[in-house]
């Protein structure tokens, strides 16, 4: 059974900065063969994907994140990790980590089979 744990979230002020991690266990192929992402929700908002990693390392991320944010996976520690930087109010919401074969990266949460159960980010002004 895949799990996916996140670990990281917190409260910070605008500017400020967090990594998320996002700890995998029980794939029935390599860690490393599945595309992954993280993604996030506002209260009352959309889910939307944040940045999303391709098994070859090809990365994509929402226009409003390119620059500040920056996903990386460390194949021998089973761990997606997304650092993000220079934080703003809008990016409050509940952060999710997914998993799943080409479509997760192409289609976004839809194509996503295996998800986290989120960690909360807030950002004050």
């Known amino acids: 059974q895949v799990q996916l744990l996140e670990l990281g979230g917190g409260s910070v002020q605008t500017g400020g900065s967090l990594t998320l991690s996002c700890r995998a266990s029980g794939f029935a192929a390599p860690f490393s063969s599945y595309s992954m992402g993280w993604f996030r929700q506002a209260p009352g908002k959309a889910r939307e994907g944040v940045a999303l990693i391709t098994p070859t390392s090809a990365t994509s991320y929402l226009g409003s994140v390119k620059g500040r944010y920056t996903i990386a996976r460390d194949k021998a520690k089973n761990t997606l990790y997304l650092q993000m930087h220079s934080l703003q109010p809008a990016d409050t919401a509940i952060y999710y980590c997914?998993?799943?074969?080409?479509?997760?990266?192409?289609?976004?949460?839809?194509?996503?089979?295996?998800w986290g159960q989120g960690t909360q980010v807030t950002v004050s002004s």
């Open positions: 997914a998993a799943g074969g080409s479509d997760c990266y192409t289609r976004g949460a839809s194509g996503c089979s295996d």
